[in-house]
């Protein structure tokens, strides 16, 4: 029996909690029984036996949960094999995140997160931690949300030398853009339409101005490349210079323009907005995220997906769980 404790009970925990249930068939055939022994949100929490569907309820009808547990009193119970951490991001800090995954960490349980600001923060410290003291970190939905990368990369292409990745990880971004270039409408009208489809960040900032993509490259560069490499390392340019005007004259010439994040084996950690051929398969539209990965032996591969949203960064968060626990046999 897999015990699960889930601090963080906004849009994204409750993702993961719906998620389970929906899902508890498959989830089950995988990894076997599996339980929630705590949740807690910033203010409060419910521990003990109770149900998942009950504790979703009461959030939403209460506006909390029960009891008033923190994150760290839910750690120090203990009574979790493992810690999914879903609370805010914040990529300078790494709070309150980071305090959560180390306490989980040290004690020996393994953690799985969708919260980018510790890697971005201390991704080498926690991956040490994780090590010394026997535990797993996954981090699959801190990346491209249910776009498989993370894992992709180190298991399927865990044959081949990684040159170079390039790719659209802000899927905000890339809808103000892609409106632009369809309907020129001006940068502060989509960008308050890209925040009512709910993947904006709570501060758009972290978007628009290209720190959200800065802060999966660095997640990337570090496991992928093996770096040690922090936010102010990146180059980041984000996309609230770019006007209408602009994309009339790159259509003109067949080009578009695309905030582009970019990572290799020599050192380079670029996002900023690009011209991209309109053919490019880069040139994507709407929410989506994609990633060209270059490798030696396997070539160029391309992955394409939902980069935001709670059904789909549930999607990677389960991936971690069964990666950890799981027996993927076929059918
Ligand atoms: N604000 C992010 C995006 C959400 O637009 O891609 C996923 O990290």
Do not use: W
Request: hydrophobic share 40%.
């Amino acid at each position: 029996m897999i015990k699960i404790a889930l601090i963080g009970f906004g849009t994204v925990g409750r993702g993961f909690a719906k998620a389970l249930i929906y899902n508890r068939n498959i989830i089950q055939r995988k990894i076997g029984e599996f339980r929630v022994t705590a949740i807690c949100d910033s203010k409060s929490s419910i521990t003990g036996d109770f149900k998942i569907e009950d504790a979703i309820k009461y959030k939403l009808d209460k506006g909390r949960l029960p009891e008033n547990r923190n994150a760290e009193d839910i750690i120090e119970l203990g009574d979790f094999d493992v810690l999914v951490e879903t609370t805010p991001t914040d990529v300078f800090s790494g709070e309150p995140g980071l305090s959560y995954i180390k306490k989980a960490l040290t004690t020996g349980r393994d953690v799985i997160t969708s919260n980018k600001g510790p890697l971005v923060v201390a991704y080498r410290e926690l991956m040490t931690l994780a090590e010394r003291h026997g535990a797993k970190i996954g981090f699959e939905a801190t990346v491209g949300g249910a776009m498989p990368v993370v894992k992709m990369i180190r298991d399927e292409l865990a044959g081949n030398r990684i040159r170079r990745i390039r790719g659209i990880l802000n899927g905000t971004t890339n809808y103000i853009l892609s409106r632009m270039e369809k309907e020129k409408a001006p940068y502060p009208q989509i960008l308050s339409e890209a925040q009512e489809l709910g993947i904006a960040e709570a501060d758009p900032g972290y978007d628009v101005e290209g720190i959200d993509a800065g802060a999966k490259l660095v997640i990337l560069a570090n496991s992928v490349f093996g770096k040690d490499v922090k936010f102010d390392d990146v180059e980041v340019r984000g996309i609230t210079r770019i006007t209408p005007e602009a994309f009339e004259i790159a259509v003109e010439k067949g080009y578009t323009i695309r905030l582009i994040a970019e990572a290799d084996e020599d050192g380079k950690l670029e996002v900023s907005p690009r011209l991209v051929k309109l053919t490019n398969p880069l040139a994507i539209y709407g929410t989506l995220n994609a990633v060209l990965i270059e490798t030696d032996l396997a070539g160029e591969i391309f992955v394409i997906g939902r980069g935001a949203g709670e059904r789909e960064t549930a999607s990677a968060l389960i991936s971690d769980l069964v990666d950890f626990y799981g027996n993927c046999s076929f059918h």
